[in-house]
Nanobody, 124 residues
Framework: QVQLVESGGGLVQTGGSLRLSCAAS????????MGWFRQAPGKEREFVAA????????SYADSVKGRFTISRDNAKNTVNLQMNSLKPEDTAVYYC?????????????????WGQGPQVTVSS
């Protein structure tokens, strides 16, 4: 497995921006597809964004497409999620995750390592 430690998150007004970062250690970071998921109170954990092992391919949930950007730096073992034009419905706990595959995967079950999940709150 990969150990994942997230940073960032917090409280922001509607239309604002936040950046989440995830530092990885353990299994070779570069061979992992990385993803971000989120979970709001009373709801299931949902896919937000994913990036392939070399960063050449990305995928986004329709709800965040055009507003969020996922990126990775394999030299630094980090993956980031830049969130712009935030909306109240983006409020959730956000989780960084790693999957021991090269291609992009979007299902929770595909990922075997998870971060602790920082809170993101967007006020209206």
């Amino acid at each position: 497995q990969v150990q994942l430690v997230e940073s960032g998150g917090g409280l922001v007004q509607t239309g604002g921006s936040l950046r989440l970062s995830c530092a990885a250690s353990g299994r070779s970071f570069s061979i992992n597809s990385m993803g971000w998921f989120r979970q709001a109170p009373g709801k299931e954990r949902e896919f937000v964004a994913a990036i392939s092992w070399r960063g050449g391919s990305t995928s986004y949930a329709d709800s965040v497409k055009g507003r969020f950007t996922i990126s990775r730096d394999n030299a630094k073992n980090t993956v980031n999620l830049q969130m712009n034009s935030l909306k109240p419905e983006d409020t959730a706990v956000y989780y960084c995750a790693a999957a021991n595959v090269y291609n992009i995967v979007t299902r929770v079950a595909n990922y075997d390592s998870w971060g602790q999940g920082p809170q993101v709150t967007v006020s209206s």
